[in-house]
């Protein structure tokens, strides 16, 4: 079962436009990663968030985490064409257990 | 180079057979992980391992086998392939058995099995 799901399913946008993805979960967490896989490509970990933060910034991604709604979002500003990949988030379980849960993604398609 | 190498990079096989999916990782990473990545599923966990000797099952273990005699290695057997292990498998490591280290991945094993 998944813990967190991604939304939208797909999303594209023109070069320069700002793209924003939102991964939802169900049970309370420690932390959640957002992770981008080029096509036929390993996944790459992008930002990590712990569940005491609500926002974090790593050069053009924001990330913002809000444990009351239980979800998070990924906002990319100033999209290129090499920003089309597909993004996960990925959970672990608030309990402490060890497994990391990925969503089945959002494809992010940016038309230069 | 530090990183982590899956082999082989593309399989084709037939139902029944054996096959051994092969990943090893340079950076003395405790945790090894394997996944299987289907359209419409994410990623789901098949095995991990967190330490030499020592593994457990993930999500969707049945059908697979692992093992882990040295840190660096840890390859996946599908003993007896089956159309639905049809899929992209990913091997990935991390420093931590929590959800606050980054789990670093190979670029996949795309394994066809007609």
């Known amino acids: 079962s998944q813990q967190g799901e991604e939304d939208p399913q797909a999303l594209s946008i023109q070069e320069g436009e700002n793209a924003t993805m939102n991964c939802s979960y169900k049970?309370?967490?420690?932390?959640l990663q957002w992770y981008r896989q080029n096509s036929g490509r390993g996944l790459v970990h992008l930002i990590l968030?712990?569940?005491?933060?609500r926002e974090k910034h790593s050069g053009r991604l924001r990330v913002t985490l809000d444990t009351s709604k239980k979800s998070s979002s990924l906002l990319i500003t100033a999209s290129r064409a090499a920003d089309t990949a597909s993004y996960f988030c990925?959970?672990?379980?608030?309990?402490?257990?060890?497994?990391?849960?990925f969503g089945a993604g959002t494809r992010l398609f940016v038309k230069a | 180079d530090a990183g982590i190498t899956q082999s082989p990079r593309y399989k084709i096989t037939e139902t029944g057979r054996q096959v051994t999916l092969m990943c090893h990782q340079t950076?003395?990473?405790?945790?090894m992980f394997w996944y299987r990545q289907d359209l419409g599923h994410g990623l789901r966990l098949i095995y991990y391992s967190a330490a030499a000797d020592i593994t457990d099952k993930g999500e969707v273990p049945d059908g697979y086998v692992v093992s882990r005699s040295k840190t660096e290695n840890f390859p996946l057997t599908l003993e007896s392939a089956t159309r639905s292990q049809t899929s992209v498998y990913f091997c990935?490591?991390?420093?931590?058995?929590?959800?606050?280290?980054?789990?670093?991945f190979g670029d996949g094993t795309r394994l066809s099995i007609l």
């Open positions: 968030i712990r569940s005491n933060e």
């Open positions: 950076w003395s990473h405790s945790y």
């Open positions: 990925a959970t672990d379980e608030g309990t402490g257990g060890f497994k990391t849960i």
């Open positions: 049970t309370s967490i420690n932390n």
């Open positions: 990935a490591s991390s420093d931590s058995r929590l959800g606050n280290q980054p789990q670093h």
